[in-house]
């Protein structure tokens, strides 16, 4: 069965900083991966998806890996801003497609 | 995401009341998702649907119903057989599947 781990389970950081949030998936056999940013109370929204043919996306200051064969993905944030605040959550789709497995999240801080 | 409606925000069921989530999309997508997410939890799939009047079980469906009469909604019954029903539940739609899921706002429901 599926499981996807997301390495830390919190980050505090000053902002300016860039960092690293970790994702890792123990079946290499995904569809696709998904990262979503969730602020409190509210719901999922996406940030980036690579196909399992892909090895990284770019979107503004976030770039986002994919290494299928080793079952690990990053997410890249450049010069973190206080706004970045949030928890930051990794999805795969396997290849059944049917749904998304997810981790259980980072939760970032940025302060000022 | 405006084009995927939950309602209500805040929801409160007695014991042995049934209550039922609203999820209503215009966004003309075939598949819809209910999750279920508790604290410092990823999400869990309760229930998704494909195509209109065809749903699957997800992986803690136990206690909980869905229909899917219309493409545009996909509501979800929170069954009296559910008995920790105390949770964030997210409704998520894709144009098909294994393309990107887009989230509601939620509904945060609570036991009286």
């Known amino acids: 069965k599926q499981e996807v781990t997301q390495i830390p389970a919190a980050l505090s950081v000053p902002e300016g900083e860039n960092l690293v949030l970790n994702c890792s998936f123990t079946?290499?056999?995904?569809?696709?991966l998904q990262w979503f940013r969730q602020d409190p109370g509210k719901g999922l929204t996406s940030l980036l998806l690579?196909?399992?043919?892909?090895r990284e996306q770019t979107s503004g200051r976030l770039n986002a890996s994919l290494d299928k064969s080793s079952g690990r993905s990053t997410l890249y944030i450049a010069a973190s801003q206080p706004g970045d605040s949030a928890t930051y959550l990794c999805?795969?789709?396997?290849?059944?497609?049917?749904?998304?497995?997810f981790g259980k999240g980072t939760t970032l801080s940025v302060s000022s | 995401d405006g084009g995927i409606t939950q309602s209500p925000k805040y929801l409160f069921r007695k014991e042995g009341q049934n209550v039922t989530l609203s999820c209503e999309q215009n966004?003309?997508?075939?598949?819809m998702y209910w999750y279920r997410q508790d604290p410092g939890q990823g999400l869990r799939l309760i229930y998704y649907?494909?195509?209109?009047?065809?749903?699957q079980k997800g992986d803690i469906a136990e206690g909980y119903s869905v229909s899917r009469e219309k493409k545009e909604s996909f509501p979800l019954t929170v069954t009296s057989a559910q008995k920790n029903p105390t949770a964030f539940y997210l409704c998520?739609?894709?144009?098909?599947?294994?393309?990107?899921?887009?989230f509601g706002d939620g509904t945060r429901l609570s036991i009286l």
């Open positions: 649907s494909q195509i209109v009047n065809d749903f």
């Open positions: 998520a739609t894709s144009d098909r599947v294994n393309q990107p899921q887009h």
């Open positions: 079946d290499s056999a995904i569809y696709n």
């Open positions: 966004l003309n997508h075939d598949a």
């Open positions: 999805a795969v789709t396997d290849q059944a497609g049917t749904a998304l497995i």
């Open positions: 690579i196909q399992s043919s892909q």
